[in-house]
């Protein structure tokens, strides 16, 4: 069922012109309810993580001014924001790997590059699986960093996993690059999916199976069998959902005009402003985070909850909400290479400046204090 009213099958012109000519939208606040932790050595593991990068990632880039930037956007803290009570060598392991993925998403966004075809990097993407797949032993199909890199993440990943464990990490890795490929024909004509055609395609390219079963390597449980539950799929659907419209609304500055995201979908499919769009989206957030948090309650007391590794699994999923979303504040990757975090969480963003900030109102160039937590009505769906 889809997580919003029936969309009008026709774009509103109108509308379309208004989201794209708009200067900028006010972000109200977001709930919040989950708690925000940083692992302690957080600042170790991003150190260590951009080594590694530079180490394994460098060719990928055209100069080192273009590495350096990417190194500004501190996707190294990402895995002790998600994972701070993991273990430091794994929450490693969690910051190369998103390191990784997060270059691949970053390159497919270059359409002079490997965005240029679904094609193309639908072939540089078989060759990154054939290297997660391949055993330790094999040659490399792909000796370029990615392949590279791959080799060095499954050697280190996999020995942490089970059997059935493993067999879902390539199955999740063949549906994010599949997802990956299958938004580049949006992204190069520009046209807008249908929501549910949208949400489709960005549960696959946004990672969500890699990111539930990196959760379980970093706490070191396996999930598999209460997955299948319909208990689990409750708590996995609006975790998920949650995530994805989190993140398009923080990103929304950065891929203002994108085809592949929430607000962009509202207002060519929903006929509404981009300001209707953005507090449309933020009411599904809060839907969705009310939702997890009943469907995660309903499993800490039902027969699962008796289980060490369920409990430690959910509260791994309460990190990983509440982390990305910290995450997504304190990043350059959203506000412009430069941006500082003040701790603000909600205002006026400029979808103009090049370094942008939460403001009070529109022109408003005075600090703001850091935006307080606030808890939205529980959404009923529409």
């Not at 046209?191 to 489709?200: C, E, F, Q, R």
């Not at 208990?231 to 203002?256: C, G, P, T």
Request: charged share 25%; net charge negative; with cysteine.
């Amino acid at each position: 069922m889809s997580d919003i009213s029936p969309l009008r099958t026709g774009t509103s012109l109108l509308s379309r012109h208004e989201c794209e000519k708009a200067e900028g939208f006010f972000l109200p606040e977001l709930p919040r309810l989950l708690p925000v932790a940083y692992h302690p050595k957080a600042a170790q593991i991003e150190f260590r993580s951009n080594a590694w990068v530079r180490r394994y990632l460098a060719g990928c880039f055209a100069d080192e001014g273009d590495l350096l930037k990417l190194l500004r956007e501190r996707v190294g803290l990402y895995a002790p924001l998600i994972a701070p009570t993991a273990d430091e060598q794994r929450v490693l392991d969690l910051a190369d790997f998103y390191h990784f993925v997060g270059l691949i998403d970053s390159l497919a966004a270059d359409h002079s590059g490997l965005g240029a075809s679904d094609r193309g990097a639908r072939d540089v993407f078989d060759k990154i699986l054939a290297d997660f797949a391949a055993g330790t032993d094999v040659a490399l199909s792909d000796d370029s960093p990615f392949g590279r890199a791959a080799r060095d993440l499954w050697r280190r990943i996999s020995a942490g996993l089970t059997p059935d464990q493993v067999l879902r990490f390539r199955a999740s890795m063949s549906r994010f690059l599949r997802g990956i490929a299958a938004e580049l024909p949006h992204q190069l004509t520009g046209s807008v999916p249908d929501y549910d055609t949208y949400l489709t395609i960005r549960i696959d390219s946004f990672g969500c199976d890699f990111i539930l079963l990196l959760t379980e390597y970093a706490l070191a449980v396996d999930m598999t069998g209460p997955a299948a539950s319909p208990q689990f799929v409750a708590v996995h659907h609006h975790a998920m959902r949650q995530l994805i419209l989190v993140n398009d609304l923080l990103s929304l500055r950065k891929e203002h005009g994108d085809p592949m995201n929430a607000v962009r979908v509202l207002c060519c499919h929903g006929g509404l402003t981009l300001q209707r769009a953005v507090d449309r989206v933020c009411e599904l957030v809060g839907l969705h985070e009310h939702a997890y948090i009943a469907a995660r309650d309903a499993v800490r007391h039902g027969p699962f909850g008796a289980r060490a590794d369920v409990r430690s699994y959910l509260d791994g999923l309460d990190h990983l909400l509440a982390g990305s979303q910290e995450y997504e504040y304190l990043t350059p990757r959203y506000f412009g290479d430069g941006s500082v975090w003040d701790g603000s969480t909600s205002g006026w963003i400029s979808l103009t400046a090049p370094i942008a900030r939460f403001l009070p109102r529109a022109g408003d160039a005075s600090r703001t204090t850091a935006g307080r937590r606030s808890r939205i009505p529980h959404w009923k769906e529409p």
